[in-house]
């Protein structure tokens, strides 16, 4: 983890990962290292696309990058392997107290997490409402339902009620703040394409 | 693809994609844009992983890396669904007329793959030979074996003959160079963790 002082003017920003407030990507991060070294499944977070335009070659050992540009991700953050399945999702913070808004989840993202939906992958979204310090576990096949809502006209959000009725609430545990993967575990069906619901 | 004239000076370089030599890498993901486009598979390739140290925000939409360093790989480039199984693998190239040197792979790509085998993936390598323009899929239950060979002692590379007996080639078609999941489709159980074997 890098850990830079502030830069030297207002434009250029030093990057200091415990300011940007991903206390999320950070536990599921933690529960993700545990879950390897204890052998329950192989999840990692994908790297951060991004386009490179300039490196140096100061020798040939070393490259730094001196410019590049930050991607739309095309895909979900995280992805992997449990009980030989396919695992993919996306993890979001809210700072609402009342819903998650639907513009945190990018359309190609959602795309992309329909398709593996429907080859047998197991998908859902991770959001934590910060001020509220729950952090809930939504399958895909309950999000699609707010989205398409969304798109007919419905309101833009979800609901922390419908969060309630329509996820799992993960519990700290004493090892793992987002024990996700035991979710999983006990209710792999609700996670699941099944030909009789669409 | 950006196309960027070479740079002013000898060490600044800008990237010019075509000139990488990766043409597997570009018939990989035009095979996997196939895959994706008929509802195949669903398979990316992973953006590299990339340690930023500094960021100029001109305004609020846009961002420009300024110093950012490339860092090494934990896992393999390549991972995604096909048929309900998780896929992960890698893909090089050598120039070599005789043999696949196994530095070509980190040990910690090889631990990956270790693992999601253990865990029922299907785990693979693909090497191409250019100059004699073959492609070959190597099951990572045989690629182990010369790998284990190794650390024994024995020689450090795989040999071509070795690539003819134990893995599969890959034969151009008409749609797309690189078909392998037509190879994994056949000689699925190829592929797959088999309890007595270890």
Same mark, same amino acid.
């Given at each position: &983890?890098?850990?830079?002082?502030?830069?030297?003017?207002?434009? !250029?920003?030093?990057?200091?990962?415990?300011?940007?407030? &991903?206390?999320?990507?950070? =536990?599921?991060?933690?529960?993700?290292?545990?879950?390897?070294?204890?052998?329950?499944?192989?999840?990692?977070?994908?790297?951060?696309?991004?386009?490179?335009?300039?490196?140096?070659?100061?020798?040939? $050992?070393?490259? &730094?990058?001196?410019?590049?540009?930050?991607?739309?991700? %095309?895909?979900?953050?995280?992805?992997?392997?449990?009980?030989?399945?396919?695992? =993919?999702?996306?993890?979001?913070?809210?700072?609402?107290? !009342?819903?998650?808004?639907?513009?945190?989840?990018?359309?190609?993202?959602?795309?992309?997490?329909?398709?593996?939906?429907?080859?047998?992958?197991? !998908?859902?979204?991770?959001?934590?409402?910060?001020?509220? =310090?729950?952090?809930?576990? &939504?399958?895909?096949?309950?999000?699609?339902?707010?989205?398409?809502?969304? $798109?007919?006209?419905?309101?833009?959000?979800? $609901?922390?009620?419908?969060?309630?009725?329509?996820?799992?609430?993960?519990?700290?545990?004493?090892?793992?703040?987002? =024990?996700?993967?035991?979710?999983? $575990?006990?209710?792999? %069906?609700?996670?699941?394409?099944?030909?009789?619901?669409?």
């Amino acid at each position: &983890m890098i850990n830079y002082p502030n830069g030297k003017n207002n434009f !250029t920003q030093k990057i200091n990962y415990s300011n940007r407030g &991903m206390q999320l990507e950070n =536990d599921i991060n933690i529960a993700n290292k545990y879950y390897l070294n204890n052998d329950i499944a192989i999840i990692h977070k994908k790297p951060i696309p991004i386009q490179i335009v300039e490196v140096d070659y100061p020798n040939r $050992k070393s490259a &730094m990058i001196k410019k590049a540009f930050y991607q739309t991700p %095309s895909t979900t953050d995280y992805n992997g392997i449990f009980n030989g399945k396919y695992i =993919d999702f996306e993890a979001k913070e809210t700072t609402s107290l !009342t819903s998650f808004s639907l513009n945190n989840i990018h359309e190609h993202q959602i795309e992309h997490m329909n398709k593996v939906y429907l080859h047998g992958g197991i !998908t859902f979204i991770v959001v934590r409402f910060k001020k509220l =310090d729950k952090t809930f576990i &939504m399958p895909f096949k309950k999000f699609i339902i707010y989205y398409e809502r969304a $798109k007919n006209g419905g309101r833009k959000s979800i $609901k922390i009620e419908e969060f309630e009725k329509n996820s799992f609430e993960i519990f700290f545990n004493y090892r793992i703040r987002v =024990d996700y993967i035991t979710l999983i $575990k006990k209710y792999e %069906s609700e996670f699941l394409y099944e030909e009789m619901e669409r």
